[in-house]
Nanobody, 127 residues
């Protein structure tokens, strides 16, 4: 089992930055591809970003976040981060981190590919 705990969410003005953290415990953190997903009210959960086991490869959703968000990880701290810059009201959502034992990069955007999930952290961006 892998336990994931997100933190760092909050309410900010448009244009601000936030850094989300997700602390993992239970198994060897570096065995897992880590991902961030988000779910806005009334919408389906969507892929935001993912990172492979050693941080050498990162993946992002389309232009809605690419260039503004950066995913990173610190295996020594068993933590994955999501740096979010130039936040927009449409970024408002609950953000979840997830862990996948599948290293196949073709599936990093699929939530069904992740076995473990955190409880989520709310990000609210006001205009």
């Amino acid at each position: 089992q892998v336990q994931l705990v997100e933190s760092g969410g909050g309410e900010v003005q448009a244009g601000a930055s936030l850094r989300l953290s997700c602390a993992a415990s239970g198994r060897t953190f570096s065995d897992y591809t880590m991902g961030w997903f988000r779910q806005a009210p009334g919408k389906e959960r969507e892929f935001v970003a993912a990172i492979n086991w050693d941080g050498g490869r990162t993946y992002y959703a389309d232009s809605s976040v690419k260039g503004r968000f950066t995913i990173s990880r610190d295996n020594a701290k068993a933590t994955v981060y999501l740096q979010m810059n130039i936040l927009k009201p449409e970024d408002t959502a609950v953000y979840y981190c997830a862990a996948s034992g599948d290293s196949n990069s073709a599936y990093v955007h699929l939530d069904t590919n992740y076995e473990y999930w955190g409880q989520g952290t709310q990000v609210t961006v006001s205009s």
